[in-house]
């Protein structure tokens, strides 16, 4: 069986569409590895093969990535930035990025893979730091009676405990770590917005902007949502091809309810923290 793309290659040109596919790949949430199958999270797992299929569209002459998350891991968040960066060089195509609500973060550590960074005026943008939250429990030991035994070998293996009062060198410690994790994230931002970036003293500082005001910044290029730009880019007759995931849990045939039963009880067990641990990220951005 001839595929469809040989097929419109070996018609004359007066005989072709004129139509332009353009695939896209949506990365929503927040970036972290792991995740469920009630809860998925973006992280190279599970967004490498989406990126790996938008890119493999010969006939495709750019991928199209909408994006809409408040950040998470650096790493997760660094690694799929490469993989899309890797595969663009690969494959010679152009990268536009759309922001939807948020690309905060890690979520504008994605961003920057674009070519071009397209928001809409309301969408937040940057946040260029390093956060690192806990919770310390020293008093609600006292209160309930409870002793914390902890033993190790290798001073250093129980540092910020959060059963113990902090101690000023494991927090010095933690701040020089995240100084370098900073570090490499406003490298990779210059590196990709280059001359572009306006010399604002609170451009990595952590803070973040609406789209407006990420234009004057230099953090994106213009103001839009996908299908205008697209079709102004490509022509009226641009086509927008969703690079999906496979179906989910509900949709693999597993029939009743009951069978799910395990798989409900699992995710509960976890889903609360996890639930938490989302809204604090969006809730940063007034989501």
Not at 56 to 61: H, Q, S, V, W
Not at 126 to 142: E, H, N, R, Y
Not at 165 to 187: C, G, N, S
Request: with cysteine; glycine share 10%.
């Amino acid at each position: 069986m001839i595929c469809l793309g040989l097929l419109r290659r070996l018609l004359p040109k007066s005989m072709r569409s004129n139509d332009v596919t353009i695939p896209v790949i949506r990365l929503h949430g927040t970036i972290m590895s792991g995740g469920g199958q009630f809860r998925q999270n973006l992280s190279l797992a599970s967004t490498a093969g989406l990126i790996e299929k938008a890119f493999a569209i010969k006939e495709a002459p750019a991928v199209a990535i909408s994006i809409n998350s408040p950040g998470g891991s650096p790493v997760q968040s660094r690694l799929i930035y490469k993989r899309i960066r890797d595969l663009a060089q690969e494959k010679n195509k152009r990268v536009l990025v759309f922001v939807e609500d948020v690309a905060a973060s890690g979520g504008y550590m994605i961003a920057v893979a674009g070519d071009e960074i397209i928001a809409d005026p309301s969408s937040i943008v940057g946040s260029i730091g390093v956060v690192s939250a806990s919770f310390g429990f020293t008093d609600l030991m006292k209160k309930i009676g409870v002793e914390r035994r902890v033993h190790t070998a290798g001073q250093n293996k129980s540092v910020l405990d959060p059963f113990k009062p902090e101690k000023q060198e494991d927090i010095e410690r933690l701040k020089a770590l995240q100084l370098e994790v900073h570090q490499t994230f406003i490298d990779l931002v210059k590196s990709r917005r280059g001359t572009k970036l306006k010399d604002d003293p609170d451009l990595f500082t952590g803070l973040f902007w609406t789209g407006i005001k990420g234009v004057e910044l230099g953090l994106v290029d213009g103001l839009g949502d996908m299908r205008s730009v697209l079709r102004d880019r490509f022509g009226p007759k641009t086509k927008m091809k969703l690079i999906a995931p496979p179906r989910g849990l509900f949709g693999r045939g597993r029939g009743l309810l009951g069978s799910l039963a395990p798989d409900i009880a699992a995710a509960a067990s976890t889903g609360f923290i996890d639930a938490a641990e989302d809204r604090s990220l969006w809730a940063r951005y007034g989501l």
